[in-house]
Each structure stands twice: as C-alpha cells, then as structure tokens.
C-alpha cells in the first residue's frame, strides 16, 4: 500500500455514507463501498415479514425533496429519483397523565384515561395553541408565553438560533416559563425531533429542526420506506462506477505516517486507497478502525469525551386494520407527579404515506423511545407500549405481532439495527461549530453521518453531514466546487425585507425578565 492510487474508500452504506458515495462517483471519483452486513441501508435497511416490509431503525418525518435529501440527489443530478409521499393525516402531539383533555383529539380513537392528543402540523403549532396549552397543563397566562416562544423561534436568523446551540431546550422553555413543570413539558415537546429528553438536548439544534420541517410545509416519508434511500444512493453510486460492497467488513484503516493508506478488510483482502470515509462514529473510527496512537492525545480525549447518542428502545406493530388516524405520534410519556422526567416517544405510521409497505387494510407502526444520554430519564419497552396503548385504546388487542417486545426473535436485531445509528448526541457543546469536523487530523481520513458535521435531525442530518464532508474532500484534492448562481434581484430584495420583519418579531417576541 505505499503507493495508494486515487481511490476512496466508503465504510457503511448507511444515508450518509450512500451518499457521500453517491456524490463522489458523480465528481468522477473511483469509489469503494465497504457495508459490513449483507444488505444496504445500515440503521436505514428494512426487513420483510408477513406482508409487511419494515424500518429496522425509527426515522424521522422529512423534507422530501425540500431537505437535505433532496439536496444530494439535486447535486447527483437526480432530483426525481425517489418519490416522497405526504399523508393526508397530520401528526398528532400526545401527552400522557395528568393533562385535561383537548379538542382536536384523534379521529379513530379517542385518547385514554390520563392522556391527551392533539393533532397538530409544524406550520400550525401556534394556531392550535389553546389545545396544546391545555395538553401540557398550562395556565392562560403561561399558554401566552408559550405562544410568545413559538413566535420568537419562528422568527430567529440562524445566527440567532447558533446562539441557542449551548443551550437545553428546557433552559429556553423556562426562558418563557418560569414554572419549572411547564418548562420541562414544553422543552420536551421541542426536543422531539432530536429524540432527547428536554433537559439534555440542545435549542439551537431543536428549532432548526422545527422550523426546516414547518418551512417545508406538510411532512413527508420516501415512498417504499425508509430504506429507499440508500438502496437508491448505491444503486446510483454503482451506475456512475462506484463499487458497491455487502459482506465486507473493515478490519482497519491503514495509516502510516498520519496519512490513509487504505483499508483492511476482516477476510485479510488489502483495498489501497488515499482517501477513507468513516460513518462507524468518531470513537470506534479513532480507537477502533484506525487506532488512538495515530492521532494527537487532545484528539483521542476529545473523542472519549462526546456524549454519543442514547439507544432507542424500538417495537415494530404490525395491526390487522387501521387504529391510528394520525401520520406520526410523538409526545412524552410519564414524568407526571412519579418523580421521573419525562420520556420522549415517537411513533411513526409508514403506511399513512406509503399503503403498499402492508397488506391491503393493514397497518404499520415504527415505535421508539429514548433514554437520557447522561443519565436520568430512562426508556423501557413496556413503557413505550403503555404510552401508544393510552393514546390509542385497544391498540394492542389489534396486534399481528409486535417486533421488539420481550422475548421478540428480533430483539436483538433491532437493538443491532439501533447501534448502527449510534452518533454523537445532539447535546450543547456538540452541535453547530463544536460538533465533531468532518476532517481528522490523519491526512485522507474522513467522517460522515451522524457522528460529524451537519445540522438538523435523522436521515437529513446524515445527508447533511455527507454533503460538507464531500465537499471538504474535493476542496482538499483541489477541485474547484463553483459558485453558485447568483440570487436575483427579486430575491434579494424579498430576503432583506424578510430578516428585517424577522428580526422586528424576534426582538418584540423576547424572552422577558
């Protein structure tokens, strides 16, 4: 390997590392995938069983065509190559023990004892302020200061939000709400889309999060599920001459002289390449894959000292006709009066968007939960269960099977599937500019996916990271990435008048001692 030709190596075929595969191949790059299991997707594969095909992870609603997803494929020059579908339900916001009912509660069931649903879209939150209020047991004059909140984050620049990015979205709740208890629901709620508790998940990162998917308007899920992603990524990858590996797992990444040498992969085959591109996360990549005495010692405590991201606790519902009027179930589950914080849930219905991913009249539920990254808040499946079982009665009694329960034969799969997806949390000091760089300090390695670089949550931060890693790579062989075109007249005109009545409605909107 002393003489490594122009190569690039892609370690897992996950979103990120699809597409970073995907864009470098479109560059005229020579590319390597290397996917360690014997199908494509990583934590984005599916399985099939009785009819229903399966997310093996639990993703989150999207952009579309309108996000980062829909960037790559932009770039690659294949904006139409998947299909992402809306639903005619809107997502539905659910809150368990404690809070009084609310109108607007889901049409094919109504909620249960102790718990609350209320339909709600991002693009509608502040108009269905009065139900949610009473969902999260607000007083009239705190649902007031919660609306102000809404208002504010939906009126911050980006250089405003970056500011909130050391923050928890529970410290910029309780900005608006001194009430520590409504403080910790509405910081919840706002943490959703990053699948953290509250108290630990950063504001900055959260309501951009919030805001792309309101921005975007209705939600929207690939059609054929999660999994079409990358299967598409790859497949474009390899018409474009990349090649595309299943079964091959890395051993190590060779280094010598603190430049990339190529990969090793565990059957002993040597691949040379110049360039590695690592979605296995930061610390099994420096301690594992390549080896800590590579790497400078603050590097190496940098990397021991990230939070990584919590496990999922994960069931799969397969239900004999359709319960669930709602595209989506997020909401908090317990952390009322029994001394526990409250558990973020998120339930997403595939077959809202997509019918065919069941048999005709069935429905398909992809569930989660997750624990506190540092402690605290702790998931467990019968919790996550209780909690879809009190916002839709007589789910369960419905049930063909339930993936992921106790004693399941796919447990330990889906807690597989789960560690495929482990990054670095989205946790203050480890988002915007003190998130983990896509570049290391081994000349030729790379980081991608959700472990480094990019912004927003679930697949589309994966995309993201894929992107600027992809980029700092063609700027650091030379390339010559092009400017892009130059905004009209128009455009600038309507962005200067939309920051200036951002900016008034931010400022008016302001937290107030």
Excluded: N
């Excluded at 390997?1 to 990120?16: F, K, Q, Y």
């Excluded at 997020?330 to 997509?354: E, K, N, Q, S």
């Excluded at 480890?430 to 670089?453: D, I, K, N």
């Amino acid at each position: 390997m002393d003489e490594a030709p122009l190569r690039v190596v892609v370690i897992g075929s996950g979103v990120g590392g699809a597409a970073a595969a995907l864009l470098l191949a479109h560059a005229g790059i020579p590319i390597v995938l290397a996917e360690k299991e014997r199908r494509l997707g990583g934590s984005a594969a599916a399985y099939e069983r009785d009819g229903f095909r399966i997310d093996t992870g639990s993703h989150m609603l999207c952009c579309g065509e309108d996000g980062p997803l829909g960037d790559v494929l932009r770039r690659a020059g294949q904006g139409d190559a998947i299909a992402f579908r809306q639903s005619s339900e809107p997502a539905a916001l659910c809150f368990a023990a404690g809070a009084r009912r609310a109108r607007g509660a889901a049409r094919a069931a109504a909620p249960g004892a102790g718990h609350v649903v209320v339909q709600a879209e991002p693009r509608r939150l502040a108009g269905s302020a009065r139900a949610l209020a009473r969902a999260l047991g607000l007083t009239p004059l705190e649902a007031a200061r919660a609306a102000r909140l809404v208002a504010h984050a939906t009126a911050m620049r980006d250089v405003d939000l970056s500011a909130c990015d050391d923050v928890t979205a529970e410290a910029y709740a309780a900005r608006f709400l001194p009430r520590g208890a409504a403080a910790a629901r509405l910081g919840g709620l706002l943490a959703l889309p990053l699948l953290l508790p509250g108290a630990e998940a950063s504001a900055g990162e959260a309501l951009l999060a919030w805001r792309r998917l309101a921005r975007a308007g209705q939600p929207r899920y690939p059609e054929g599920g999660a999994a079409r992603v990358p299967d598409v990524f790859c497949r474009l990858a390899r018409e474009l001459g990349a090649a595309v590996w299943t079964g091959a797992a890395v051993r190590r990444v060779v280094v010598r002289d603190r430049r990339v040498r190529g990969v090793e992969l565990e059957d002993g085959t040597a691949v040379p390449a110049r360039i590695v591109i690592s979605t296995a996360g930061l610390l099994p990549t420096v301690s594992g894959l390549v080896g800590e005495p590579h790497f400078p010692e603050a590097y190496v405590a940098r990397a021991r000292a990230l939070t990584p991201q919590p496990r999922q606790v994960q069931v799969k519902i397969a239900l004999r006709g359709r319960r669930v009027a709602a595209a989506a179930l997020a909401g908090l589950a317990g952390g009322d009066g029994d001394g526990a914080p409250p558990v973020p849930f998120y339930c997403l219905v595939p077959t809202r968007f997509d019918p065919s991913l069941a048999p005709p009249g069935h429905e398909l539920l992809c569930a989660c939960a997750v624990s506190g990254a540092t402690g605290g808040a702790a998931a467990s499946v019968d919790g996550l269960l209780r909690a879809l079982e009190g916002a839709v009665p007589g789910l369960l009694s419905d049930a063909l099977f339930v993936d992921g329960s106790p004693g399941d034969r796919r447990a330990d799969a889906l807690a597989a599937g789960d560690a495929l997806a482990a990054g670095t949390a989205q946790t203050p000091g480890q988002v915007g500019r003190a998130r983990p760089a896509v570049y290391t300090p081994v000349r030729g390695l790379y980081l991608a996916g959700r472990a480094a670089g990019g912004r927003g949550a679930g697949m589309e931060l994966e995309a993201s990271s894929a992107m600027e890693c992809v980029d700092r790579v063609l700027v650091d062989m030379g390339r010559d990435l092009g400017a892009p075109a130059p905004p009209a007249l128009l455009d600038i005109a309507g962005a200067l008048l939309g920051r200036a009545a951002a900016s008034t409605l931010s400022w008016v909107t302001r937290p107030r001692g």
